[in-house]
């Protein structure tokens, strides 16, 4: 294994001088997790939101209009005009996105030096908020629909910073700070084996969205087997969004009912969510997702459970912020995957850096399979003459 760039202000570097991964820390406020970027060459400090359900970086100007009563200026400005490796995108002209949230925000498009940690991408594109509904800006980490030089991750590659246009997610328990890997993976992170998920990739609409299927379980038993549906993996939404068919199932076994206003499920006591667990199932791999891991708390003399139901028919369901604390999952943009596990918060941390494009992600995976196959020819492992064929292929890249 080769090196890991840390989060160190200390001193920059120079792009492509050796690093093989950037780790950037993800804290859990105001109902997101956010992180640091420094901007232009006055390294103007800016707090975003990260979000790989949405696709572009975007930051607050110094003269950003907050509307609706959004104090959008909170969390950091970039004065564009104070910085000497500023330019304005002309061609692409106004910088316009909007949110299923209903926030909107417009402004120009731009070109600077982004810093995270003492990772530099160069000449990276980015919108700049002259008005916003939107409390802070977003750090975008979903596939872009053209390459245009706003992916950060894939500008890392390209710019020689890490060696795979891929990044790995740890999102952590309730209240805890996590953490984002871009070019690597940390195997302390997760328990049990990662197990590789193909991304429903649309040109039009391109989105972390991966087929999975809840199955609902109290006192022991499967109350809900539920439908396999296509989930956006979207750290950028509080809380995730299930088929109405989990909110029928819900009041029945908590006996309740569903509060409009705050957005759950509303039943007499939170000691019933001891009872409740949802298995979570990608190709065979089942993550436990405990009800009291979701967002839950007394209301009045009740509690709420919190959380979204669309119908079939529109379509859209997610995966947010409550959910994936329990998942430990890595995106590969190129290859149009993702890897998923159980996460796990103690288990200290054992960095693996991804191999080029061309190559077999993970190093460790090939060294398994050799292992394997030594194994057998030893003696030491029973494999069936089939598993063996299909391991020995897997090894010598004919499959």
């Known amino acids: 294994m080769r090196g890991i760039l840390r989060l160190d202000q200390e001193q920059d570097q120079a792009v492509g001088a050796g690093k093989d991964a950037v780790s950037i820390e993800v ?15 006055q390294n103007e400090q800016v707090t975003v ?91 975008g980490l979903n596939f872009p629909r053209k ?35 871009f070019g690597a993976v940390d195997h302390g992170k997760y328990e049990g084996g990662l197990v590789t998920v193909p991304v429903t990739y649309e040109e039009e609409m391109p989105r972390v969205k991966v087929n999975g299927r809840i199955d609902v ?16 993996f979207d750290t950028g939404s509080t809380r995730s969004r299930l088929p109405s068919s989990y909110m029928d199932t819900l009041k029945q076994v908590l006996n309740g009912w569903y509060d409009e206003t705050w957005k759950g499920i509303s039943f007499d006591s939170c000691s019933q969510l001891d009872s409740l667990v949802f298995y979570v199932n990608f190709y065979g791999k089942t993550i436990t997702i405990p009800a009291k891991s979701l967002d839950y708390g007394k209301q009045g003399d009740r509690c709420l459970l919190q959380l979204n139901f669309n119908t079939p028919e529109k379509d859209l369901f997610i995966m947010g912020m409550d959910i ?36 077999e992600r993970l190093a460790s995976y090939n060294k398994d399979v050799k292992k394997a196959v030594e194994q057998s020819n030893s003696g030491a492992a029973l494999v069936s003459p089939y598993k063996l064929m299909i391991t020995s292929l897997i090894l010598f890249g004919l499959l």
């Open 27 to 41: 804290t859990p406020r105001e109902q997101l997790f956010l992180t640091t970027l420094q901007l232009g060459s």
């Open 49 to 139: 939101a990260v979000d790989t359900g949405s696709e572009y970086l975007w930051v607050m100007n110094d003269n950003v209009v907050c509307e609706n009563g959004a104090n959008c200026q909170a969390q950091g400005t970039f004065a564009s005009g104070n910085s000497e490796t500023f330019s304005r995108d002309e061609e692409r002209g106004a910088f316009k996105v909007a949110y299923i949230s209903g926030k909107k925000t417009e402004g120009a498009w731009g070109k600077d030096d982004v810093r995270a940690g003492n990772a530099v991408v160069h000449d990276f594109k980015f919108g700049i908020a002259e008005s916003t509904s939107a409390k802070m800006g977003i750090l």
């Open 147 to 181: 390459d245009e030089g706003y992916s950060f991750t894939q500008q890392l590659r390209d710019q020689g910073v890490i060696q795979r246009n891929a990044y790995s997610v740890f999102l952590n328990s309730k209240k805890q700070a996590g953490s984002i890997l």
């Open 217 to 232: 379980n109290y006192n022991g038993h499967s109350v809900d087997a539920g439908n396999e549906v296509g989930y956006i």
């Open 324 to 359: 994936l604390r329990s998942v430990y999952f890595l995106v590969d943009l190129d290859d149009r995957e993702i890897q998923v596990a159980q996460a796990k918060y103690d288990g200290g941390e054992n960095i693996e850096v991804f191999q080029p494009a061309g190559l």
